[in-house]
């Protein structure tokens, strides 16, 4: 498991889930996969976060790439497609887990009542070939609103290609595009912020940084805060290692 997708994997599942998973909520998304495989003849996924399993519902599309051949509805321990992942272009998976980490980072910072306006999409090489898929995804939060209890990923093949790959966090409602996996990240810090955190992770301390920027050790420190509750980490350094990911620094 490459580093990105073992930090999205701990975030996903250590989650403080304090119910159990809502068996309305779960049926309602069994049913939309279904509905997705029998009219596009894609594959999707719906992973249950808080049991770490995942219900794999298979078209046409399976037999073509040649994958998940026992059935065409099977339920598995654990919430990655690998089978799908090992036919794809590395590259591709990567840049997929870090847009799927910045989703999951955003999706927390919205209003309950439009979290579902809001997925991801992106493009997938297969590997050695000339194809590729369009790959989706939307998170469903637990009965509290706190944590991301389902996560469903559509995925089908592309048929018009090009050749920007680059993934994209979109609101379904408004039709715009809220952030690519390589833009600035403003919604999420500020200049000021980024520049203090990219300091931080040089190692310097808040006079030193205070005495750099002409301002306060207050102040400093106030955007030290404020980052992490933006990013919803407990210390600096993991804040560091999460922008450094997300290439936010």
């Not at 249950?48 to 994958?67: H, Q, V, W």
């Not at 799927?100 to 927390?108: A, D, K, N, P, V």
Request: hydrophobic share 40%; aromatic share 8%.
């Amino acid at each position: 498991m490459q580093p990105v997708q073992y930090d999205l994997h701990n975030r996903l599942l250590k989650q403080n889930f304090v119910s159990e998973t809502q068996q309305q909520q779960l049926q309602q998304c069994q049913i939309m996969a279904q509905n997705f495989v029998e009219l596009e003849n894609g594959i999707a996924i719906l992973s249950d976060l808080k049991n770490n399993k995942s219900y794999i519902y298979s078209g046409k599309i399976a037999d073509e790439l040649n994958i998940f051949q026992s059935q065409n509805n099977q339920e598995i321990e654990g919430i990655w497609e690998d089978e799908l992942f090992n036919i794809l272009n590395p590259e591709d998976v990567l840049q997929k887990h870090i847009l799927e980490l910045q989703f999951f980072q955003m999706i927390r910072t919205v209003e309950p009542d439009r979290r579902k306006d809001f997925c991801i999409t992106s493009r997938l090489r297969l590997a050695g070939s000339q194809k590729s898929l369009i790959h989706k995804m939307f998170y469903f939060s637990d009965a509290y609103h706190q944590n991301v209890e389902l996560a469903l990923c559509f995925y089908h093949f592309d048929f018009l290609p090009s050749l920007d790959s680059t993934g994209m966090i979109i609101n379904t409602a408004e039709g715009s595009i809220i952030r690519q996996a390589e833009v600035d990240n403003s919604n999420f810090l500020s200049a000021r912020e980024k520049e203090i955190l990219k300091m931080i992770q040089l190692g310097k301390k808040s006079k030193e940084i205070a005495d750099a920027l002409f301002i306060s050790i207050n102040t400093v420190n106030r955007h030290r805060q404020n980052i992490l509750e933006k990013m919803r980490v407990s210390n600096t350094t993991e804040a560091c290692t999460l922008a450094a990911k997300l290439r936010w620094i």
